[in-house]
């Protein structure tokens, strides 16, 4: 057997990935550090692999959503800070401390209850303390910069807590136009005027960080000490607006193969729901990808593939476990041909942009929902350096 079973696969290339890395560095001053992004599994290209290519590449934290992302990434060696962006039930402080592992603290609740049981595990916490400038999500009240400065300087004088950090995020750097523009710079002020009014207390944090992917590319003069770069270092622009700052790799693609090909006449009905009937006789390839593996049903006879070098349009609803093509304009299609989701055949190229739009969605939820048996195939300069696989056979 081959290192995984050819039937749905990600291609993920690490040339991609570090290219992207160096070319978010250079925009950055002298001393801004990246925090490379990795949550999600690294947006679905698989955590563990990325992460370290990153690391070989200079990044100098990791951001995830969560403890066991965190300890995903320790367990594979990886020893630059990470920063949990989410929270972390209070009890696992022990765990934190003893993997020495960042938690962020968002309201005088949390920073209360997290003191309280590092205390009791005799254990002392790296915190970032999360500012809310216009989110709405988590963090402290930004709104009232004073009474929000009063509430932090309580938390960062926890005993058994260590703020060495502080941030915010935008919600809308990635949209285009000048009313967008404003309401990150408003946060950004808002921001500011939080940190301001800790100085004016006495306080002031070693690392001060607020631009995602977006803000990174397009707000230069936000990036303070540190960026947190996410889609960007896959590859990947948040909107149309970015793509003039940076010359970004995708770093991967989405490859299945033809199980079977079959001839039906007019009139026949496609898969579930009779919702596609072929007007004339019609050649049909059946690929081994569906909704289970991440490929949208809503992309049921509007999606294409590329097959030989061209598009092949989905016929009927795409099924849990495989969906059927048209390939009737395309010549000698046989069983085991190649057929690429979203990426380059030849001199043809689909983007994902152009899958997620027709599905409704962004490209962000495309990659984070390929599913967990389409393995991770890891290419150095094309050739195939490791593979990560997520359902394993008993042997």
Not at 193 to 214: D, K, Y
Not at 293 to 321: F, I, K, N
Request: net charge neutral; hydrophobic share 40%; charged share 20%.
């Amino acid at each position: 057997m081959s290192d995984f079973l050819r039937r749905t696969w990600a291609e993920v290339s690490l040339d991609a990935l570090r290219h992207n890395l160096t070319a978010i560095r250079s925009l950055l001053r002298p001393g801004c550090r990246l925090m490379a992004v990795v949550k999600a599994d690294a947006y679905g290209h698989g955590d563990r692999c990325c992460a370290q290519e990153m690391a070989e590449a200079g990044a100098d934290w990791f951001g995830v959503s969560n403890l066991e992302e965190a300890l995903s990434l320790r367990d594979a060696g990886l020893v630059q800070p990470i920063l949990i962006l989410g929270t972390t039930p209070p009890e696992e402080a022990g765990t934190l401390a003893a993997r020495q592992i960042t938690q962020t603290v968002f309201c005088m609740d949390y920073a209360g209850r997290l003191q309280a049981e590092a205390a009791r595990q005799g254990v002392t916490l790296n915190v970032h303390i999360k500012v809310d400038s216009g989110m709405a999500r988590i963090g402290f009240d930004g709104f009232s910069p004073e009474a929000c400065a009063a509430e932090i300087a309580c938390a960062a004088g926890f005993p058994n807590l260590r703020a060495e950090g502080i941030f915010t995020h935008f919600s809308s750097a990635d949209e285009d136009g000048e009313e967008n523009d404003r309401y990150t710079r408003a946060q950004f002020q808002r921001f500011t005027a939080v940190l301001q009014a800790l100085e004016q207390r006495g306080i002031r944090f070693a690392i001060r960080h607020c631009c995602n992917s977006a803000a990174t590319l397009r707000f230069p003069d936000m990036h303070l000490d540190m960026v947190r770069p996410g889609l960007i270092l896959y590859g990947l622009y948040p909107s149309g607006c970015c793509r003039e700052h940076a010359r970004l790799l995708p770093a991967m693609q989405l490859k299945s193969v033809v199980s079977m090909v079959k001839e039906i006449p007019a009139g026949r009905a496609v898969s579930y729901g009779r919702c596609f009937q072929s007007g004339r006789p019609l050649r049909l390839a059946t690929v081994p990808i569906g909704y289970a593996d991440g490929y949208h049903r809503a992309l049921s006879g509007c999606g294409e593939m590329l097959l030989h070098g061209q598009r092949a349009p989905v016929a009927g609803r795409v099924c849990m476990d495989q969906l059927m093509l048209d390939v009737t304009g395309i010549p000698d299609v046989q069983a085991e041909d190649t057929v690429t989701i979203f990426g380059v055949d030849g001199s043809a190229v689909l983007p994902i942009e152009e899958i997620a739009e027709k599905a409704g969605s962004i490209s962000y939820e495309i990659v984070c929902l390929i599913g967990k048996r389409v393995p991770r195939l890891y290419l150095r300069n094309g050739q195939q350096c490791g593979v990560a696989r997520f359902i394993r056979s008993a042997q």
